[in-house]
């Protein structure tokens, strides 16, 4: 495994806010966008393929941030290889593109179905980006972290809780409570 390019401590401050979401049409789901502290580098603008998918759509390369909290995408580093989406067991992952053909920049603040395309050669060139949209069904398996080629994904389930801090949804829990997040 390649080394994880997000740093552990990406949105784990009551200091750092998210830049903004993507939503999810069930009017119920959505992922946060965070800042990339490493947006300086754009390991994604290194690539030919990327370059030049860019410039078919005669748009630039500017920084993109993190998209998702728990499962975390570095879209400054994503170069749409699609080993994410190739392991997952439950398609929390799409390319975006394919259902939203925009710039990646106007993610921040869209709406997204769910209905884009989920396998790994089915993006739509290599401008796209691997979206996790489906975020809340992840299971955690660490798949995804660990073949990226980019280390371009961070998994963290404690995250939920700064997901949650960021929406004010969040709800300390006494030390004899059942914990809400546990999985059945
Ligand atoms: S950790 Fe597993 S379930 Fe979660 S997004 Fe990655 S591959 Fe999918």
């Given amino acids: 495994m390649v080394d994880l390019v997000i740093p552990e401590d990406f949105c784990t401050s009551d200091e750092i806010k998210p830049i903004g979401k993507t939503s999810h049409s069930d009017g119920e789901n959505f992922h946060w966008i965070w ?6 580098k754009l390991l994604a603008s ?17 920084p993109l941030g993190i998209h998702g909290t728990t499962v975390a995408v570095d879209w400054d ?9 190739s392991v997952c ?9 394919t259902e ?11 709406t997204f179905d769910g209905t884009g395309l989920t396998e790994q050669d ?4 290599y ?6 949209i489906r975020e809340h069904d992840c299971t955690i398996c660490m798949a995804c972290q660990e073949i990226c080629p980019q280390g371009a994904i961070r998994i963290e389930a404690a995250n939920q809780e700064w997901h949650e801090k960021a929406a004010g949804t969040f709800v300390k829990m006494a030390s004899t409570s059942v914990n809400p997040h546990a999985h059945d």
């Avoid at 370059?51 to 390369?61: L, R, T, W």
């Fill in 35 to 40: 800042t990339n502290p490493n947006a300086d």
């Fill in 46 to 62: 290194d690539n030919d393929d990327v370059k030049a998918a860019y410039e078919a759509h005669g748009e630039e390369i500017t």
């Fill in 77 to 85: 580093s994503c170069v749409a290889a699609g080993s994410c989406m």
């Fill in 89 to 97: 067991p439950v398609q929390t992952f799409q390319w975006y593109r």
């Fill in 100 to 110: 939203k053909d925009i710039p990646a920049k106007d993610c921040l603040g869209e």
């Fill in 122 to 125: 089915e993006r739509l060139d």
């Fill in 127 to 132: 401008s796209d980006k691997s979206q996790p």
